[in-house]
């Protein structure tokens, strides 16, 4: 009997450690969510990859909400890319011809360069300084 309680004890810390082991919940705010940060290599720089809810993707200011939260924690480097269908976002660094189609946004911060650079799909901002094709 004390065997078998013991061994109950042993899973139940196991089950409580893991899960209180595992990692941060993924930001999120109104109209938009991270799906996952990739890293660049060994660099400890990420890839945010976001999603945008499809009715608010037209929104600029949604776009800017994500990027204040997810950018403020990284003063020297910062990357997000956004969607409005999750099955279009990638898992990777690199993308698809039709994950590229239907990306919506990317935004790239870089001290050392000197950029600060926020680019729409032309169907979300048709202003051809500040749009790509897709």
């Known amino acids: 009997m004390i065997k078998k309680t013991i061994f109950f004890i042993f ?9 209180s082991s595992s990692s941060q ?7 938009w969510r991270l799906v996952r940060s990739v890293q660049l ?3 400890g720089k990420y890839i945010h990859m ?11 200011a949604v776009y800017g ?11 020297d480097f910062c990357r997000v890319r956004f969607w409005n269908e999750e099955r279009y976002v ?7 011809r039709d994950q590229f189609k ?3 946004a990317e935004y790239t911060f870089n001290r050392a360069g000197d950029i600060q650079e926020m680019r729409y799909s032309c169907t979300i901002l048709p202003d051809k300084g500040r749009c790509f094709s897709n």
Do not use: Q, Y
């Open 11 to 19: 899973i139940v810390f196991a089950f409580f450690w893991a899960a």
């Open 41 to 43: 290599g060994n660099t």
């Open 65 to 75: 909400a994500a990027l204040k939260k997810i950018c403020r924690s990284e003063p």
């Open 25 to 31: 919940p993924l930001h999120s705010g109104d109209g």
């Open 90 to 96: 990638p898992k990777s660094i690199s993308f698809t």
């Open 50 to 60: 976001v999603l945008i809810d499809l009715k608010r993707d037209t929104d600029i």
């Open 102 to 104: 239907t990306m919506r």
